[in-house]
């Protein structure tokens, strides 16, 4: 396709969403007369160009995209949400502002799924979550209250429209864009300022990447995430929910685990009075299955007199 064609059609594109708002790609296909596939490739090179923006959430398998001033648009989407994920979202546009460590923890697992609406920020060492069109600037600690949980209002879906169905259908066929929005809940504080913003962002896509890992084989398991104890770049450490027993799951992002690792966790399990499994991206190395193999019978261990 010729250079001047491409331009045009995503400067017909830009103007769509100018015009139309927070945007599926499958009516921007309608409206410029391409496959999906061609307004897909066209809308990830306008992110990489910084042009537009992608949300996080998702209708239909698709991300919505929007120019930036557009946000407060986005709203009209939260009811594709999740029951639990809208529940939070409910709650925290009502009260603008909700301290984490008070809320139950099946909402702050939610919170930190609907990245655009909930902002997290710290205050005090303490991490708090605003309303995405209020500004940290507003928040004013004496008026926190813990949120008592809202009465559960039964809404009825939407009924899926036709073009959300052909959505559906043609989503899988198309490339995947960008991810522009960062998760700020799972940064380190940067301590040297020459750093540069790349290596930043891949951090921070590492970490998501890596939580999201974690959370999906949970998943597939029916395993009930029912905390998060502490999380950093290298580590993650849930409580969670089995067959409705709590345990702790610890989860290294590392291939290969050490002996070091193993002792860690069994203290943290002990500390919690939990049992624990664990979790690796590798195989467990030879000589550290071997040593769980030799104590699994081992009574005690006593010195000769």
């Known amino acids: 396709m010729p250079a001047t064609n491409s331009q045009d059609f995503k400067e017909r594109i830009i103007s769509i969403i100018k015009r139309r708002g927070p945007s599926l790609p499958v009516h921007i296909a309608k409206e ?7 307004t897909s490739a066209f809308l990830s090179e306008l992110i990489a160009e910084k042009e537009i923006k992608i949300s996080e959430m998702r209708v239909g398998n698709s991300p919505v995209y929007y120019i930036e001033g557009q946000e407060p648009n ?7 949400l999740g029951s639990k994920e809208k529940e939070a979202f409910n ?11 008070e ?31 209020v500004h940290e600037s507003e928040f004013i600690e004496e008026k926190q209250t813990p949120p008592q949980k809202q009465p ?9 429209t036709k073009e959300i169905e052909e959505e559906k259908e043609t989503i899988s066929k198309k490339p995947k864009p960008k991810k522009t929005r960062e998760l ?12 540069k913003t790349t290596k930043k962002k891949v951090s921070k896509k590492q970490n998501e990447t890596f939580f999201n890992k974690v959370k999906e084989i949970l998943s597939k398991r029916s395993i009930e995430i029912s905390d998060i104890v502490s999380f950093n770049k290298n580590e993650l450490i849930l409580r969670v929910k089995d067959n409705n027993k709590e345990e702790l799951v610890i989860a290294y992002n590392k291939k290969r685990i050490t002996e070091e690792d193993l002792i860690k966790a069994s203290k943290k ?9 664990i979790l690796s991206l590798g ?23």
């Open 91 to 101: 709650l925290l546009r009502q009260r603008r502002f909700l301290r984490d460590k």
């Open 32 to 38: 410029i007369s391409l496959s999906i596939l061609f």
């Open 103 to 133: 809320l139950e923890p099946a909402i702050r697992v939610a919170l930190r799924e609907i990245r655009d609406f909930a902002i997290a920020f710290k205050k005090d060492e303490e991490i708090f979550w605003r309303y995405y069109t």
């Open 74 to 80: 986005l709203e009209k989407f939260s009811q594709y």
């Open 269 to 277: 399990a002990s500390e919690l009075n939990f049992s624990y499994t």
């Open 152 to 160: 559960e209002v039964k809404e009825t879906a939407p009924e899926p």
């Open 283 to 305: 195989e467990i190395p030879r000589k550290l299955k071997d040593l769980l193999i030799a104590v699994e019978n081992l009574s005690k261990i006593e010195k000769l007199e």
């Open 184 to 195: 700020n809940i799972f940064e380190k504080p940067i301590k040297k300022k020459e750093e």
